[in-house]
């Protein structure tokens, strides 16, 4: 008994889902991928996806078909180049093995990136969720590791809420962060959520308890006074 340090400031243990693209980087990366390298056909899918007549897995997996494998280095090195670390990410890293709380990223972007950016972190691979792609055929497949439980119909790709519900809500204090359309399910889930963009919009329109953050530091402070909804 009592093996487990216990985290007094919450209710119940609690876990961390962190999204990648938007939330860690500070801007899409699957989207800057398309709007630099704009391969034809791009707009369709992306309208295609914004307009739900396509899902995430759908349309993601389209886009990258468009681009041929002997692009992997460049698109690579473009990626690494352009991505910047949202403020504080370290610090929030080094907070949750302070307090012994799991960090999970759960990503909606691709290995080849995710895994270059996130090096420097020391994030044990076991905790980063995102999905695959293989260079191997003459176009870029991109590939779902983590797909969809019979609980979610999303579609989803990298499926959130499938990590989120391995974590059952009666032993876990689930708190979610993200930014945009492909937290939406999970937030549902969430015991908390700290929020930016489209995602402050979607919980305050849904009513769920939520707090938006511009840096990791503002979560920091946040999680020191035990997540608390002002
Ligand atoms: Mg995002
Ligand atoms: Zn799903």
Redo the contacts with the bound molecule.
């Keep these: 008994m009592n093996a487990k340090p216990t985290n007094t400031l919450f209710p119940r243990t609690p876990v961390l889902f962190c999204d990648f693209d938007g939330t860690i980087t500070t801007s899409d990366n699957i989207v800057a991928i398309m709007k630099w390298f704009e391969p034809e056909g791009v707009r369709e899918i992306i309208d295609d996806i914004v307009g739900e007549r396509k899902s995430i897995r759908q349309g993601v997996g389209e886009m990258f078909a468009l681009l041929p494998s002997s692009m992997k280095e460049e698109i690579t090195d473009f990626v690494i180049g352009q991505a910047g670390i949202r403020l504080g990410f370290p610090e929030l890293l080094d907070w949750c093995k302070a307090h012994d709380v799991p960090f999970y990223v759960t990503s909606g972007g691709i290995d080849f990136f995710v895994y270059p950016l996130l090096q420097p972190f020391g994030i044990p691979a076991d905790h980063i969720y995102c999905n695959g792609s293989d260079f191997s055929g003459e176009r870029i497949r991109i590939t779902w590791p983590h797909?969809?439980?019979g609980?979610?119909?999303?579609?989803?790709?990298?499926?959130?809420?499938?990590i989120i519900r391995r974590f059952p809500r009666d032993e876990y204090y689930r708190i979610l962060i993200g930014d945009s359309v492909t937290d939406f399910?999970g937030a549902k889930l969430a015991d908390l959520v700290f929020s930016r963009s489209h995602l402050t919009d979607k919980c305050r329109e849904l009513g769920l308890p939520h707090i938006p953050f511009e840096t990791f530091h503002d979560i920091i402070r946040n999680l020191d006074q035990g997540g608390a909804v002002s």
């Design positions: 797909p969809c439980d609980e979610c119909g999303g579609d989803c790709g990298m499926c959130k809420t499938t399910a």
